[in-house]
C-alpha cells in the first residue's frame, strides 16, 4: 500500500500532481498540522484536496499532535520559549509533523506499507536523513526518481492550471527568511 506524506508545499503538491498524472496508486495522503501554518496553506491545502478529489484520489487528510499542548505554538506560548530549532534542534518536526503522522499510521493498523515523500531531486541529502529515521515503513522519493527538481515542481503544478502553494512552515518559525514573513 503507498501513502502519501503531505508538506502543503512546493514539492509534495507537485508529487500528487504528478502522481494524479502517471496515475499512480494513493490509499491516504495524510498532512501533519503544526497548528502554527499560515492561512494561506490551509487554505491551499482545502482547495489542493478539492483537486485531489476531483481526479480521483483521496481527500487529504489532517493530523495533529495529541499530547499536553496540541501545537507547537501553543508549546511555545505555554513554555515561554521559541521553538527548538532556535537552539539547533529538530523537535519541532519530530513533535508535530512525524510522530502525529506515524501515531495515525499505527491507529490504522497500515502493514506493508511505503510512504511517498517530496524531497525533489535538488535535495538528494534530505532523502538520505529521511532514511536515517527507523521508521516502521519504506520511504519511497518519487520525484527524485523521476529527476524533477525544484523548477521541473513549479512546471508540474502550473501544468495543471493549479497556483503555486506559498511556504509551508509555521508563521514564527524562526528559519523564515524576510522575504517569506
Given at each position: 500500500?503507498?501513502i502519501?506524506?503531505?508538506?502543503?508545499?512546493?514539492?509534495?503538491?507537485?508529487?500528487?500532481?504528478?502522481?494524479?498524472r502517471?496515475?499512480?496508486?494513493?490509499?491516504?495522503?495524510?498532512?501533519?498540522?503544526?497548528?502554527?501554518?499560515?492561512?494561506?496553506?490551509?487554505?491551499?491545502?482545502?482547495?489542493?484536496?478539492?483537486?485531489?478529489v476531483?481526479?480521483?484520489?483521496?481527500?487529504?487528510?489532517?493530523?495533529?499532535?495529541?499530547?499536553?499542548?496540541?501545537?507547537?505554538?501553543?508549546?511555545?506560548?505555554?513554555?515561554?520559549?521559541?521553538?527548538?530549532?532556535?537552539?539547533?534542534?529538530?523537535?519541532c518536526?519530530?513533535?508535530?509533523?512525524?510522530?502525529?503522522?506515524?501515531?495515525?499510521?499505527?491507529?490504522?493498523?497500515?502493514?506493508?506499507?511505503t510512504?511517498?515523500?517530496?524531497?525533489?531531486?535538488?535535495?538528494?541529502?534530505?532523502?538520505?536523513?529521511?532514511n536515517?529515521?527507523?521508521?516502521k515503513?519504506?520511504?519511497?522519493y518519487?520525484?527524485?526518481?523521476?529527476?524533477?527538481g525544484?523548477?521541473?515542481?513549479?512546471?508540474?503544478?502550473r501544468s495543471?492550471?493549479?497556483?503555486?502553494?506559498?511556504?509551508?512552515?509555521?508563521?514564527?518559525?524562526?528559519?523564515?527568511?524576510p522575504?517569506?514573513?
Open positions: 500500500m503507498q502519501v506524506s503531505y508538506g502543503a508545499g512546493t514539492n509534495s503538491t507537485a508529487m500528487l500532481v504528478e502522481m494524479v502517471r496515475r499512480e496508486p494513493c490509499a491516504a495522503i495524510v498532512f501533519s498540522d503544526t497548528g502554527g501554518e499560515r492561512p494561506e496553506t490551509y487554505a491551499y491545502a482545502d482547495m489542493f484536496s478539492a483537486w485531489l476531483e481526479h480521483g484520489y483521496p481527500e487529504i487528510i489532517t493530523v495533529q499532535n495529541d499530547g499536553m499542548h496540541r501545537t507547537l505554538e501553543n508549546e511555545c506560548l505555554t513554555n515561554k520559549r521559541l521553538p527548538s530549532v532556535v537552539f539547533g534542534f529538530k523537535s518536526s519530530d513533535k508535530y509533523k512525524r510522530r502525529p503522522f506515524a501515531k495515525w499510521i499505527k491507529n490504522h493498523s497500515l502493514v506493508d506499507l510512504v511517498c515523500i517530496g524531497f525533489d531531486a535538488d535535495e538528494p541529502l534530505r532523502a538520505d536523513r529521511g536515517a529515521n527507523e521508521d515503513y519504506a520511504k519511497r518519487p520525484l527524485i526518481e523521476w529527476g524533477m525544484r523548477a521541473e515542481c513549479i512546471d508540474t503544478i495543471a492550471g493549479l497556483p503555486l502553494p506559498g511556504k509551508s512552515a509555521c508563521f514564527f518559525c524562526p528559519n523564515s527568511k522575504h517569506e514573513i
